[in-house]
């Protein structure tokens, strides 16, 4: 089982927004020195401090420099209209190559009305807007070349830098909240990041039922097939202390669960491509309540390393190949601490674990490039 470390930059009152995004390159350093195998920052706009990452390829780039082993994925690219699929094709190129062949592109349609809005997007075509990109990625990246014609996107043919034919092979994987989206995911022949775990663990069955049923019909939509399935968990924190890893985390966690469930219950009602977020409903009555939300979902890891080791595994069992671990603001001390007891205490473990055979492996990493060479 793999282990991102994932941020968002949440910044506690006492923190500057500046400081905050060099803390995120440190603790993503540590986590590469602890035995983390990938780093994941996601793309938000508007949010405030609850997440104020909004360039993630800008980040990613400065990390690569500051790493030489980790896999880095911009989980997840808004596949927008704003973010035209060939804009998104070259700076992921870039940094594949820069990063000697690390990155990972993640993708989403947004969950996030106030995103939607404020760069006026339609809710109703995001579906449309994420399948377009992934076509229009998968002819960058075989064919070096794109020509597609739409309603949304007129492209003549252009060649495309830094991308040549069948050069690269840059794993792709969706965010998935719906059960539609896993198989969808599957069948698009690209990993999927699974998103709405709070629901409980019946549902995470579901969902990888779903993404294993178009898997296994799988075409290679976005260039090349990736068979990976991940679980985003928040409010990640480890400490020998059970009740202590919850204290710490508690106030920044509950923070973000009420951030979810005002987006959801907004966009809920107002397309019918998202209302099955209203299921949000469902833990409404426990959204205060930590320790349900922790015991009843993989959703919060929060604990002593056997606590957070049981979660993993009751996933693995599942058939999840991989956890992204957002471990955010807590502060960068707090941070720094539970990096330092999971890469101690449960990356190991999870390493021991083996790999699912249906799943695609982890791609070899590149030397970095160097102009002297």
């Excluded at 020195?33 to 994941?40: K, L, N, P, T």
């Amino acid at each position: 089982m793999r282990v991102i470390l994932f941020h968002e930059a949440i910044c506690p009152p006492d923190v500057s927004w500046s400081q905050r995004y060099l803390e995120c390159v440190e603790e993503a350093v540590l986590a590469e020195s602890v035995g983390f195998d990938g780093y994941a920052a996601s793309e938000q706009h508007f949010a405030n401090g609850e997440a104020i990452i909004s360039a993630p390829e800008v980040v990613l780039a400065y990390v690569a420099a500051r790493t030489r082993r980790m896999r880095l994925r911009i989980a997840s690219v808004n596949f927008l209209p704003f973010n035209h699929p060939l804009r998104v094709a070259e700076m992921i190129g870039t940094l594949d190559i820069l990063s000697g062949g690390r990155a990972e592109l993640g993708g989403a349609r947004s969950n996030n009305p106030y995103t939607l809005d404020g760069f006026g997007v339609d809710p109703n075509l995001t579906r449309e807007y994420r399948d377009e990109h992934l076509q229009i990625f998968g002819k960058a990246v075989t064919q070096g070349v794109v020509e597609h014609q739409s309603d949304l996107y007129r492209i003549p043919r252009r060649k495309v830098s830094p991308l040549r034919a069948g050069e690269r092979t840059i794993p792709v994987h969706l965010s998935a909240t719906s059960i539609d989206s896993h198989e969808e995911a599957g069948a698009m022949g690209v990993g999927v990041m699974s998103g709405l775990s709070i629901l409980g663990w019946e549902y995470v069955r579901t969902c990888v039922e779903a993404y294993n049923k178009g898997a296994d019909k799988a075409q290679p939509v976005a260039g090349s097939i990736t068979r990976r399935q991940a679980i985003f968990s928040v409010g990640v924190n480890c400490h020998a202390d059970r009740a202590t890893a919850r204290a710490v985390t508690e106030e920044n966690t509950l923070r973000f669960v009420e951030v979810i469930m005002d987006w959801m219950t907004k966009l809920a009602k107002r397309s019918s491509n998202y209302e099955y977020f209203a299921q949000i409903e469902r833990i409404r009555a426990n959204m205060r309540n930590l320790d349900y939300l922790i015991d009843s979902a993989p959703y919060i890891m929060a604990g002593t390393p056997d606590d957070i080791i049981k979660q993993c595994e009751q996933a693995h069992r599942l058939g999840i190949d991989d956890v992204i671990w957002r471990i955010d603001g807590m502060g960068h001390e707090a941070n720094k601490q539970a990096i330092e007891m999971l890469g101690k205490h449960v990356v190991p473990v999870l390493h021991s674990w083996p790999e699912h055979a249906k799943s695609t492996p982890t791609p070899a990493v590149n030397a970095p490039f160097s102009a002297a060479a």
